[in-house]
């Protein structure tokens, strides 16, 4: 019999992967997954060399990839004792497959698969699970777990326990936050990851409030589908809400998943709000309706404060794309004026160049050929608001700029505005030029024409054909980069040609 034992043993052993780390020999069986795959590795049935049980974790990184760091998340638990965390055995590189794996012990069955029975659990069984991995997280404060979830959740020896510390840390610091964004888990990852922004400790309360949510409904808070959804949904979205009786629970989860980092609550601070809600679901049965009814008025106003963070961290994020997609206008239109300066300077040998501000501070450059001056204007502050000047034409303009030849002797100008914009949600951006005149029904103040605009509220006007406009739209808009910009910059060059020989004509 006990031939037949060993037998066995050795038989079911010929069919494990045999792996060397630095404090043990292990075992593990690849065709026995415990849980689905996540996103930094999956983890399968193994053994120790005396038979004894473990899961045993293969990180999706390599020897080769990360040049031979060495992965220190067992010297950290190894020998100590938590009462809330997976104990972890061993781990490192295997110095046969050059694989990293890390050894830990074996759970019975993960928050994750309880969750993917549907399973809707009370408020009072929530409030036990959030504290177990609240303590669990508590044991190591020095750590940031950066992946929490419910497949890292563990029930081992009859207590929750959390799992897989500091494995998100050693990929982090081997590789770029960007690659890093391809091992987020999509319906727990906090605005701040999504952001590719430094994780805290406040990152994994974020990622704690939405496992309190999937507990309490069925579901996280955000379902995607799409990676781009579950980006957009966690960044600018407040989560439904949450139909059920207790209204500190429901409370503290909106809590936790406050967009800004700041505003959510520390440890400490949780592990007194569930003391609280614990204490009042045992004296649910007592009576006191004003204390239910009290309570709702606190959940309303942490939705309210939520919906409002929710929409000034949007705006601030549209802003944040408005101002970095002027910034590449900017280099485009640098690029087309230096063409057109670049042409006369390079032709006319007593051409000057000047870079300077306006008496408002804007910058300004100018190119100066005797009797002929040409001018550009950066109307660099459009750009740095979300709102769009162009209320009322429903142009949504990113940057302006205007250009303007002066012509000396006789006296004479022509003039137009840059915009970059477009003109409908169905277009691009693009850069246009647009010429102005006044409107024949109001007395004239310029003495020259078609000229530049710098007023946005004026050019809005203007592009309306508002009735008692004082400017009318005398050219435009007609598109001057990419396949355009070749005839802009031949336009431009042919009236400062005729500016400097005196020729320049106003075409009122």
């Given at each position: 019999m006990l031939i037949d034992?060993?037998?066995?043993?050795?038989?079911?052993?010929?069919?494990?992967?045999?792996?060397?780390?630095?404090?043990?020999?292990?075992?593990?069986?690849?065709?026995?997954?415990?849980?689905?795959?996540?996103?930094?590795?999956?983890?399968?049935?193994?053994?120790?060399?005396?038979?004894?049980?473990?899961a045993v974790k293969k990180l999706k990184v390599d020897a080769e990839s990360l040049g031979h760091r060495e992965l220190r998340v067992a010297d950290y638990f190894v020998g100590k004792s938590f009462s809330n965390i997976i104990p972890i055995y061993d781990s490192g590189q295997d110095t046969e497959s050059n694989s990293y794996y890390i050894i830990m012990a074996h759970a019975d069955y993960s928050l994750d698969s309880e969750l993917w029975k549907n399973e809707k659990y009370d408020a009072e069984l929530v409030v036990e699970i959030l504290d177990s991995i609240i303590i669990g997280m508590s044991e190591v404060p020095d750590l940031i777990h950066r992946d929490l979830k419910p497949a890292n959740v563990l029930n081992h020896e009859g207590k929750w326990k959390v799992?897989?510390?500091?494995?998100?840390?050693?990929?982090?610091?081997?590789?770029?936050?960007?690659?890093?964004?391809?091992?987020?888990?999509?319906?727990?990852?906090?605005?701040?990851q999504w952001n590719f922004l430094k994780s805290s400790q406040k990152t994994d309360i974020y990622a704690l409030g939405c496992i309190g949510y999937a507990l309490l409904t069925g579901t996280p808070p955000f379902s995607g589908p799409e990676t781009s959804d579950f980006k957009k949904q966690h960044l600018e979205v407040v989560p439904a809400i949450i139909e059920k009786d207790s209204h500190l629970l429901c409370s503290l989860i909106s809590f936790m998943l406050r967009k800004p980092?700041?505003?959510?609550?520390?440890?400490?601070?949780?592990?007194?709000?569930?003391?609280?809600?614990?204490?009042?679901?045992?004296?649910?049965?007592?009576?006191?309706?004003?204390?239910?009814?009290?309570?709702?008025?606190?959940?309303?106003?942490?939705?309210?404060?939520?919906?409002?963070?929710?929409?000034?961290?949007?705006?601030?994020?549209?802003?944040?794309?408005?101002?970095?997609?002027?910034?590449?206008?900017?280099?485009?239109?640098?690029?087309?004026?230096?063409?057109?300066?670049?042409?006369?300077?390079?032709?006319?040998?007593?051409?000057?160049?000047?870079?300077?501000?306006?008496?408002?501070?804007?910058?300004?450059?100018?190119?100066?050929?005797?009797?002929?001056?040409?001018?550009?204007?950066?109307?660099?502050?459009?750009?740095?608001?979300?709102?769009?000047?162009?209320v009322q034409s429903g142009w949504d303009a990113l940057a302006g700029a205007t250009i303007l030849i002066h012509q000396k002797n006789p006296f004479n100008k022509c003039g137009a505005s840059l915009w970059y914009m477009k003109?409908?949600?169905?277009?691009?951006?693009?850069?246009?030029?647009?010429?102005?005149?006044?409107?024949?029904?109001?007395?004239?103040?310029?003495?020259?024409?078609?000229?530049?605009?710098?007023?946005?509220?004026?050019?809005?006007?203007?592009?309306?054909?508002?009735?008692?406009?004082?400017?009318?739209?005398?050219?435009?808009?007609?598109?001057?980069?990419?396949?355009?910009?070749?005839?802009?910059?031949?336009?431009?060059?042919?009236?400062?040609?005729?500016?400097?020989?005196?020729?320049?004509?106003?075409?009122?």
């Amino acid at each position: 019999m006990l031939i037949d034992c060993a037998i066995t043993v050795k038989n079911e052993r010929a069919a494990m992967e045999k792996i060397s780390l630095p404090r043990a020999i292990w075992y593990y069986d690849p065709s026995k997954l415990l849980g689905p795959e996540g996103g930094f590795g999956a983890v399968y049935y193994g053994e120790s060399e005396n038979g004894n049980r473990v899961a045993v974790k293969k990180l999706k990184v390599d020897a080769e990839s990360l040049g031979h760091r060495e992965l220190r998340v067992a010297d950290y638990f190894v020998g100590k004792s938590f009462s809330n965390i997976i104990p972890i055995y061993d781990s490192g590189q295997d110095t046969e497959s050059n694989s990293y794996y890390i050894i830990m012990a074996h759970a019975d069955y993960s928050l994750d698969s309880e969750l993917w029975k549907n399973e809707k659990y009370d408020a009072e069984l929530v409030v036990e699970i959030l504290d177990s991995i609240i303590i669990g997280m508590s044991e190591v404060p020095d750590l940031i777990h950066r992946d929490l979830k419910p497949a890292n959740v563990l029930n081992h020896e009859g207590k929750w326990k959390v799992a897989d510390f500091g494995i998100a840390r050693f990929i982090e610091e081997s590789t770029s936050l960007q690659t890093l964004g391809g091992f987020l888990s999509c319906e727990y990852a906090a605005p701040e990851q999504w952001n590719f922004l430094k994780s805290s400790q406040k990152t994994d309360i974020y990622a704690l409030g939405c496992i309190g949510y999937a507990l309490l409904t069925g579901t996280p808070p955000f379902s995607g589908p799409e990676t781009s959804d579950f980006k957009k949904q966690h960044l600018e979205v407040v989560p439904a809400i949450i139909e059920k009786d207790s209204h500190l629970l429901c409370s503290l989860i909106s809590f936790m998943l406050r967009k800004p980092p700041g505003s959510r609550p520390d440890y400490g601070r949780i592990r007194e709000l569930l003391e609280k809600i614990r204490h009042s679901i045992d004296d649910s049965d007592s009576g006191e309706p004003i204390l239910a009814k009290l309570q709702q008025v606190g959940r309303t106003e942490v939705e309210a404060q939520a919906l409002k963070e929710a929409e000034t961290i949007r705006v601030e994020e549209k802003r944040q794309q408005r101002v970095e997609l002027a910034a590449g206008a900017w280099n485009i239109l640098v690029d087309i004026i230096s063409k057109l300066f670049g042409i006369i300077d390079d032709n006319v040998l007593t051409a000057q160049v000047f870079n300077g501000s306006d008496i408002n501070l804007r910058q300004t450059s100018t190119i100066s050929v005797g009797n002929v001056e040409l001018s550009i204007v950066y109307l660099i502050e459009l750009g740095l608001s979300y709102q769009n000047g162009f209320v009322q034409s429903g142009w949504d303009a990113l940057a302006g700029a205007t250009i303007l030849i002066h012509q000396k002797n006789p006296f004479n100008k022509c003039g137009a505005s840059l915009w970059y914009m477009k003109r409908s949600q169905a277009e691009d951006y693009r850069w246009y030029e647009v010429s102005y005149s006044e409107s024949p029904f109001l007395k004239k103040h310029r003495d020259y024409a078609p000229f530049e605009l710098k007023s946005v509220v004026h050019a809005d006007e203007a592009a309306t054909r508002t009735l008692g406009s004082e400017y009318l739209v005398a050219h435009g808009p007609e598109l001057i980069d990419d396949e355009c910009e070749e005839s802009f910059i031949q336009i431009w060059l042919e009236r400062f040609v005729q500016a400097a020989r005196g020729e320049l004509q106003s075409r009122r």
